[in-house]
């Protein structure tokens, strides 16, 4: 079992930024590819960015790449993601996730973290 816990949402004025974090207890944090998604109301989840094992491989959704930025600290069994430039179209539930590897659908992770908000005025 892997316990993940997100923290660092909250409200930001568009164009400011955020910085997640997602730590991670139980199993082996760094046995596995760790992933961020969001789900706004009235949508599906969906894909925001995926860092492999080792933090040497990255994925990200096209619309956010050069925004977003994932990262992890294995010796911290933290993964974060900082946003930057943000719109109110971000505006969201994100939550991470642990999966075997880097992979972009969220049927693919095996652990959920509860969710953080976050609210981008406009």
């Known amino acids: 079992q892997v316990q993940l816990v997100e923290s660092g949402g909250g409200l930001v004025q568009a164009g400011g930024s955020l910085r997640l974090s997602c730590a991670a207890s139980g199993r082996a944090f760094s046995s596995y590819a760790m992933g961020w998604f969001r789900q706004a109301p009235g949508k599906e989840r969906e894909f925001v960015a995926s860092?492999?094992?080792?933090?040497?491989?990255?994925a990200y959704a096209d619309s956010l790449k050069g925004r977003f930025t994932i990262s992890r600290d294995n010796a911290k069994n933290t993964v974060y993601l900082q946003m930057n430039s943000l719109k109110p179209e971000d505006t969201a539930v994100y939550y991470c996730?642990?999966?075997?590897?880097?992979?972009?659908?969220?049927?693919?992770?095996?652990?959920w973290g509860q969710g953080t908000q976050v609210t981008v005025s406009s």
């Open positions: 996730g642990a999966a075997k590897t880097v992979v972009v659908s969220y049927y693919e992770y095996d652990y």
């Open positions: 860092i492999s094992r080792g933090g040497g491989g990255t």
